[in-house]
């Protein structure tokens, strides 16, 4: 069973960076899109974007978030990773690493979810 | 980007009954990329159906999706206590990936 773990802190000040790791365990990396979704508190659901195993020129982000998202990952270690730069308090937000898109199965493995807030 | 409306809002509704929520889009979702997740309070969201019709591994055979183009639905046959929570439609068609704003389906 893929188990999927998200890492990082969950305290950043405003205008600067969020950073989380997302850890795949009982299964590879290989061959998958992975993701990042976001929920504010009491919310709905926002995709923040996707990479390809292979690395960081197969990736695609929400135009939501202006720019400021990148995703990277480290196959050696079965991670992939999030930064988000100038965070804002309307980053506040439980944060989701998972697998997929995989058409047809959609996002089919999530972690438990990171909640960061933005405060100073 | 595709909207996704989803109705009702809340559904109220008993044990036993049958519930119908609806997901529609704003414009054709291509190849029926259409998803629906359940999710619960302090949990991740939960695949139930994907390509608008299909179960996901492990989802009980009352849980029901259909529908393609624009309009959408997904069908509880026969509500047991663990399904009230709140259901999202995503589809993943087009970029950007997108998700309705909910459906909460409460015991009545």
């Known amino acids: 069973q893929v188990h999927l773990q998200e890492s990082g802190p969950g305290l950043v000040k405003p205008s600067e960076t969020l950073s989380l790791t997302c850890t795949v365990s009982?299964?590879?990396?290989?061959?998958?899109?992975w993701s990042w979704v976001r929920q504010p508190p009491g919310k709905g659901l926002e995709w923040i974007g996707y990479?390809?195993?292979?690395?960081?020129?197969?990736?695609d982000y929400n135009p939501s978030l202006k720019g400021r998202a990148t995703m990277s990952v480290d196959r050696s270690k079965n991670q992939f990773s999030l930064k988000l730069t100038s965070v804002t308090a309307a980053d506040t937000a439980l944060y989701f690493c998972a697998r997929g898109p995989l058409p047809p199965q959609s996002f089919d493995f999530w972690g438990q979810g990171k909640l960061v807030t933005v405060s100073s | 980007e595709t909207v996704l409306t989803q109705s009702p809002g809340t559904l109220s509704l008993s044990p036993g009954e049958r519930a119908t929520l609806f997901c529609r889009a704003s414009q054709i979702v291509g190849t029926n990329f259409l998803a629906w997740y359940q999710q619960k309070p302090g949990q991740a969201p939960r695949l139930l159906i994907y390509?608008?019709?299909s179960r996901a591994t492990g989802i009980p055979d009352r849980f029901s999706g259909s529908g393609s183009g624009t309009d959408f639905s997904l069908t509880i046959s026969r509500l047991e206590p663990e399904d009230f929570a709140v259901y999202f439609c995503q589809q993943y068609g087009r970029s950007p990936v997108t998700f309705g704003q909910g459906t909460r389906l409460d015991i009545k």
């Open positions: 009982g299964g590879s990396i290989k061959t998958y899109y």
């Open positions: 990479i390809y195993y292979s690395g960081d020129t197969d990736t």
């Open positions: 390509g608008a019709s």
